[in-house]
């Protein structure tokens, strides 16, 4: 089932679902929806940390490791396999703007 998806679709799609991106090059198929973390552990020394509280180590990090990627808080992110290639890979629909209640589903706290 082929179809072009626009900002006015449902952002949750099923799995199976067959999208082409804005520029109709790549063709995907979504296996599901996830949620794209940030890992701080890969940030560049010394920055090891996303909040500085004063002049610090790179060994003394203070928190989760794993943080929601603020960047992709407002689109929804699908794990999709690339049909020309046969790869698979996390993708973020940043043409697709989530409503307030699918941003809370999406990325809130469970």
């Not at 790549?26 to 701080?40: A, H, I």
């Not at 943080?67 to 929804?76: E, F, G, I, L, Y």
Request: with cysteine; net charge positive; aromatic share 14%.
């Amino acid at each position: 089932m082929a179809s072009s998806i626009t900002r006015e679709c449902s952002p949750l799609w099923p799995a199976g679902t067959r999208f082409h991106s804005p520029g109709y090059s790549f063709s995907y198929e979504v296996v599901g929806p996830c949620c794209r973390l940030f890992d701080r552990e890969q940030l560049p020394w010394p920055c090891c940390r996303i909040a500085w509280r004063s002049k610090e180590p790179s060994w003394r990090r203070i928190g989760r490791r794993l943080v929601v990627d603020s960047a992709t808080k407002r689109h929804p992110s699908y794990w999709v396999r690339h049909i020309e290639t046969n790869t698979m890979m996390v993708i973020t629909l940043y043409w697709v703007e989530l409503p307030a209640s699918d941003r809370q589903w999406w990325y809130g706290k469970s």
